[in-house]
């Protein structure tokens, strides 16, 4: 669940200061963000079918490393974004982060309905979407925290500066997940002779 949380927050961010970002301190018109920020969501929808056949061959961790990987490269890239930065560093960025949605969504539900008893998968399924809901609340929350009443290009850097730590950590809580896989799959001994 605090995976969950965590993803969402970080690709919230993405998704509620990208436009702020591009409107007030590049002066990008309504219209191109728009365009800009379909980079996201169009990347998320082409990456979620190649995720389900990916996750059906290897399992959802390999994808949920890869996610995680993708939003730390994102924010790392939002981060390095300067006020002239080339407008294809911004795309970059938000393809990041739209590829590791895509595989994060379709790995977090495998992940759920492989791990949860069926018969309580509608309750796991509701507390999964009540995490997601909590990480886009924590997103406007630190968004707001950090930028008080004015968008500013060094809230901006801040704001990727905890998405990258807060996507470091969702990489390290992958890996150490994976890392326990294989212990936990182990036959155990009963102690008998």
């Known amino acids: ?3 969950s949380c965590s993803s969402i927050c970080s690709f919230m961010r993405s998704f509620f200061g990208v ?25 998320s929808v082409a990456a979620s079918p ?3 056949k990916w996750i059906d061959k290897s399992g959802p961790r390999p994808a949920l490393i890869a996610a995680a990987l993708l939003m ?20 970059l960025a938000l393809a990041a982060f739209g590829i590791g949605n895509g595989l994060n969504a379709v790995g977090m539900q495998a992940a759920l309905f492989r791990s949860s008893p069926k018969e309580i998968a509608g309750v796991a399924s509701g507390l999964f979407n009540t995490s997601r809901y909590l990480g886009t609340i924590l997103s406007s929350l630190l968004t707001g925290m ?12 801040l704001l990727g500066v905890f ?6 950590v969702l990489v390290l809580m992958n890996l150490r ?12 001994q009963t102690g008998r002779a």
């Open 19 to 43: 436009p702020s970002y591009l409107q007030t301190v590049r002066q990008v018109s309504e219209f191109h963000t728009g365009l800009l920020m379909l980079t996201l969501g169009l990347c």
């Open 72 to 91: 730390l490269l994102g924010s790392l890239w939002l981060v390095a974004l300067g006020k002239f930065s080339p407008v294809i560093g911004v795309s």
């Open 50 to 52: 190649f995720a389900g």
């Open 163 to 168: 998405l990258a730590g807060l996507a470091l």
């Open 1 to 3: 669940m605090c995976s």
């Open 177 to 188: 997940r994976d890392a326990s896989a294989p212990a936990a799959n182990a036959p155990q």
């Open 146 to 157: 950090i930028m008080g009443g004015t968008f500013s290009f060094a809230g901006f850097r």
